[in-house]
């Protein structure tokens, strides 16, 4: 009797893991699904970290209790290869050749993300002269007083330019760039957004034109009150039907907020795919996390910089419970990029910024 029900808990929990492979291979293949189609499907990718977690679990019980069955969780793990070295990679640090550019792009919330800074734009300013990058591309570009803070930016930037995409009694977002490299010209990619947008910025590096693209897609336009009923739905502190009427409601909104960014993803790819004579460097806050359609998108044919790069998660949105890096930076067959970091000790917005080193490659 003893026996049996041993064998039988065991086929269930085998059952378990496998159905928690077969769910983690959905969320890290979810990338591919048309977020206008399947609106709740496309964002399974932020489940992905869960059931990794889940299937490490199932490891150590096989291990302390069937290790012949440790197979079923490492063949899961197997499955997962590619979106698992892209949502965590784990690179070696790299020693940075001679003639590198040094990029960084910060979403600073119009410097105003994190309050615990009396004098937000300094913070944010100061930092960045430490930093001493060639490019810096800013997300939320924006404040109350924009003529001063110009004036500021060309106290270290030669060149700097910020694109408003709205500014009215709801508010302001604007995307900038500020840069060592004179800048040609700027066009900004045509897709319909009330309030986000994307920048191409022609850059004279030397002999070459470098051609940025800054963007700052669709928001997933979670009110304050989402937010809370998320974080206590992760601590247990809700009810049960409640909290399935909360998360249903919840992916939902994140469906409606993915299937608005894939045209803008899209058309961001078009322009990318009639300018691949340009070495291209493209960058900012996606507002998706690395398994969306918007990022596969958009990095069809480019590197991942962090993927190739990067070590670890790189959370760079730091509200507490949205475990995502939702900030990235690809670049063109003509890069090689180093040592693509977060730098999550800089905590003056609600994203951390990110920082990439890329050397041109030689021509043929």
Same mark, same amino acid.
């Given at each position: 009797?003893?026996?049996?029900?041993?064998?039988?808990?065991?086929?269930?929990?085998?059952?378990?893991?496998?159905?928690?492979?077969?769910?983690?291979?959905?969320?890290?293949?979810?990338?591919?699904?048309?977020?206008?189609?399947?609106?709740?499907?496309?964002?399974?990718?932020?489940?992905?970290?869960?059931?990794?977690?889940?299937?490490?679990?199932?490891?150590?019980?096989?291990?302390?209790?069937?290790?012949?069955?440790?197979?079923?969780?490492?063949?899961?793990?197997?499955?997962?290869?590619?979106?698992?070295?892209?949502?965590?990679?784990?690179?070696?640090?790299?020693?940075?050749?001679?003639?590198?550019?040094?990029?960084?792009?910060?979403?600073?919330?119009?410097?105003?993300?994190?309050?615990?800074? $009396?004098?937000?734009?300094?913070?944010? =300013?100061?930092?960045?002269? !430490?930093?001493?990058?060639? +490019? #810096? %591309?800013?997300?939320?570009?924006?404040?109350?007083?924009?003529?001063?803070?110009?004036?500021?930016?060309?106290?270290?930037?030669?060149?700097?330019?910020?694109?408003?995409?709205?500014?009215?009694?709801?508010?302001?977002?604007?995307?900038?760039?500020?840069?060592?490299?004179?800048?040609?010209?700027?066009?900004?990619?045509?897709?319909?957004?009330?309030?986000?947008?994307?920048?191409?910025?022609?850059?004279?590096?030397?002999?070459?034109?470098?051609?940025?693209?800054?963007?700052?897609?669709?928001?997933?336009?979670?009110?304050?009150?989402?937010?809370?009923?998320?974080?206590?739905?992760?601590?247990?502190?809700?009810?049960?039907?409640?909290?399935?009427?909360?998360?249903?409601?919840?992916?939902?909104?994140?469906?409606?907020?993915?299937?608005?960014?894939?045209? $803008?993803?899209?058309?961001?790819?078009? =322009?990318?795919?009639?300018? !691949?004579?340009?070495?291209? +460097? #493209? %960058?900012?806050?996606?507002?998706?996390?690395?398994?969306?359609?918007?990022?596969?998108?958009?990095?069809?044919?480019?590197?991942?910089?962090?993927?190739?790069?990067?070590?670890?998660?790189?959370?760079?949105?730091?509200?507490?419970?949205?475990?995502?890096?939702?900030?990235?930076?690809?670049?063109?067959?003509?890069?090689?990029?180093?040592?693509?970091?977060?730098?999550?000790?800089?905590?003056?917005?609600?994203?951390?910024?990110?920082?990439?080193?890329?050397?041109?490659?030689?021509?043929?």
């Amino acid at each position: 009797m003893i026996k049996q029900l041993k064998a039988f808990t065991i086929n269930m929990v085998a059952g378990a893991n496998i159905a928690t492979i077969l769910l983690m291979i959905l969320a890290g293949y979810s990338d591919r699904l048309h977020p206008a189609d399947h609106p709740v499907l496309s964002c399974m990718g932020m489940t992905f970290p869960i059931f990794l977690v889940v299937n490490l679990l199932f490891l150590f019980f096989w291990v302390l209790f069937k290790w012949r069955k440790i197979w079923i969780p490492i063949a899961g793990f197997a499955f997962v290869y590619f979106p698992l070295t892209l949502y965590m990679p784990l690179n070696m640090r790299q020693e940075l050749p001679e003639g590198t550019i040094k990029l960084i792009s910060y979403n600073v919330c119009s410097y105003g993300g994190n309050y615990k800074y $009396e004098e937000g734009f300094d913070t944010v =300013y100061n930092y960045l002269k !430490r930093q001493d990058a060639d +490019i #810096v %591309c800013i997300q939320e570009d924006v404040d109350a007083w924009r003529q001063y803070v110009f004036i500021r930016y060309q106290k270290t930037y030669p060149y700097n330019d910020t694109t408003v995409f709205y500014n009215n009694a709801q508010g302001m977002n604007a995307i900038g760039i500020h840069t060592r490299y004179p800048i040609i010209r700027k066009e900004r990619i045509p897709y319909q957004s009330v309030g986000n947008g994307s920048v191409a910025y022609f850059l004279q590096v030397g002999a070459d034109t470098l051609l940025v693209i800054n963007n700052h897609l669709e928001g997933t336009h979670l009110s304050n009150e989402d937010r809370a009923n998320y974080k206590r739905m992760l601590r247990g502190k809700m009810e049960r039907d409640t909290a399935k009427e909360e998360s249903m409601l919840l992916l939902e909104k994140l469906g409606n907020a993915a299937a608005k960014r894939a045209p $803008e993803a899209e058309i961001v790819h078009q =322009y990318i795919e009639s300018h !691949r004579h340009y070495p291209i +460097i #493209v %960058c900012g806050d996606f507002n998706d996390n690395p398994i969306s359609y918007s990022r596969r998108t958009i990095a069809e044919g480019l590197t991942d910089c962090f993927e190739k790069s990067g070590r670890g998660i790189g959370l760079s949105y730091n509200q507490k419970g949205f475990f995502f890096r939702i900030d990235h930076i690809l670049c063109s067959e003509h890069f090689e990029p180093y040592n693509c970091q977060i730098d999550d000790k800089m905590d003056a917005s609600d994203h951390y910024p990110m920082i990439c080193w890329l050397k041109m490659r030689d021509k043929p």
